[in-house]
């Protein structure tokens, strides 16, 4: 990884900026020659002070920090849906098996996202991977976190569906408020939304349709602007999928298949494979 003095200079210089341009009050051009020259580095604030010299986000510069790939959280689970999507039951052991082999026991981020892999391969494969103990460690960690961010925001939107109800509807409600003045950053907004999203279709799948108005008093709020098509697209599946729970009434059922046809119409085909499947599956399961 190259030092974060480095990569500033680079996007620094990319603007056609020099040190003077940027070195204003708290901070001297030899200082920030130096930090640039990785002699140095700079408090917190400082960094933060010369980011928005550049107009340069934090996620962005991070971005390139990490060499341009996606942190190692959303690289596993870019493989785990490459998985799902094709069923390949075999390539989520390997990714598993490789995950648990370069596991250190103080590393605590790793030994969650292990409990994720193994909650999303018994979801694939039928066979039993995670324990009561990997769901009791899970759940312990969302509880203890105060802030939630960015990371416990997709842990906690790729496991919920194994959750015990009350456990699962306890964190959704404090995930509002434990990530509420997140939601201003986009990545975090979409996020909570597919959370969001996803809370909503599991309560009908479970027959809690009065929690799953919480879920759908939460998206109203969200205010999906235009762009966000696959947030419209799935949050109409799910409200369509609420009156079929609820009244029973085929007639919804075209309107899911329209919003599984308008995904195949831009393109997300992968995604209206996935909506094809669960609505079979809940068709079979009502016949």
Same mark, same amino acid.
């Given at each position: 990884?190259?030092?974060?003095?480095?990569?500033?200079r680079?996007?620094?210089?990319?603007?056609?900026?020099?040190?003077?341009?940027?070195?204003?009050?708290?901070?001297?051009?030899?200082?920030?020659?130096?930090f640039?020259?990785?002699?140095?580095?700079?408090?917190?604030?400082?960094?933060?002070?010369i980011?928005?010299e550049?107009k340069?986000?934090?996620?962005e510069?991070?971005?390139?920090?990490?060499?341009?790939?996606?942190?190692?959280?959303?690289?596993?689970?870019? $493989?785990?849906?490459?998985?799902?999507?094709?069923?390949?039951?075999?390539?989520?052991? $390997?990714?598993?098996?490789?995950?648990?082999?370069?596991?250190?026991?103080?590393?605590k981020?790793?030994?969650?996202?292990?409990?994720?892999?193994?909650i999303?391969?018994?979801?694939?494969s039928?066979?039993?991977?995670?324990?009561?103990?990997?769901?009791?460690?899970?759940t312990?960690?969302?509880?203890?976190?105060?802030?939630?961010?960015?990371?416990?925001?997709?842990?906690f939107?790729?496991?919920l569906?194994?959750?015990k109800?009350?456990?699962?509807?306890?964190l959704?409600?404090?995930?509002?408020?434990?990530?509420?003045?997140y939601?201003?950053?986009?990545?975090?907004r979409?996020?909570?939304s597919t959370m969001?999203?996803?809370?909503y279709?599991?309560?009908?799948?479970?027959?809690?349709?009065?929690?799953?108005?919480?879920?759908? $008093?939460?998206?109203?709020?969200?205010?999906?602007?235009e762009?966000?098509?696959y947030?419209?697209?799935?949050?109409?599946?799910?409200?369509?999928?609420?009156?079929?729970?609820?009244?029973k009434?085929?007639?919804?059922?075209?309107?899911? $298949?329209?919003?599984?046809?308008?995904?195949?119409?831009?393109?997300?085909?992968h995604i209206a494979?996935?909506?094809?499947?669960?609505?079979d599956?809940?068709?079979?399961?009502?016949?």
């Amino acid at each position: 990884m190259k030092n974060f003095g480095e990569i500033f200079r680079t996007f620094r210089e990319s603007r056609g900026l020099r040190l003077k341009d940027v070195a204003r009050s708290g901070i001297s051009t030899s200082q920030l020659s130096r930090f640039e020259k990785g002699e140095t580095d700079l408090t917190i604030s400082k960094f933060m002070f010369i980011l928005d010299e550049i107009k340069m986000p934090i996620d962005e510069f991070m971005y390139a920090v990490h060499d341009f790939h996606r942190d190692d959280l959303n690289e596993l689970l870019s $493989k785990v849906r490459q998985f799902v999507s094709s069923h390949d039951v075999e390539g989520l052991k $390997k990714l598993l098996y490789s995950q648990i082999e370069s596991h250190s026991e103080r590393e605590k981020f790793h030994q969650i996202n292990i409990i994720l892999l193994k909650i999303r391969l018994q979801d694939l494969s039928g066979e039993s991977y995670y324990s009561e103990q990997d769901l009791l460690e899970l759940t312990d960690y969302l509880f203890g976190v105060e802030y939630w961010g960015y990371y416990e925001l997709l842990i906690f939107s790729n496991t919920l569906d194994v959750l015990k109800h009350d456990v699962f509807m306890i964190l959704a409600r404090e995930m509002s408020r434990r990530s509420d003045f997140y939601k201003e950053i986009p990545n975090n907004r979409r996020l909570i939304s597919t959370m969001l999203l996803n809370g909503y279709i599991t309560c009908i799948e479970r027959g809690a349709l009065l929690d799953a108005l919480y879920f759908e $008093k939460q998206l109203d709020q969200c205010f999906f602007i235009e762009t966000e098509m696959y947030e419209r697209l799935v949050f109409q599946y799910a409200k369509n999928l609420y009156r079929y729970k609820k009244e029973k009434d085929n007639k919804v059922i075209i309107e899911m $298949k329209k919003c599984i046809a308008a995904m195949k119409l831009v393109g997300s085909n992968h995604i209206a494979k996935t909506y094809e499947g669960h609505l079979d599956k809940i068709l079979r399961e009502n016949s």
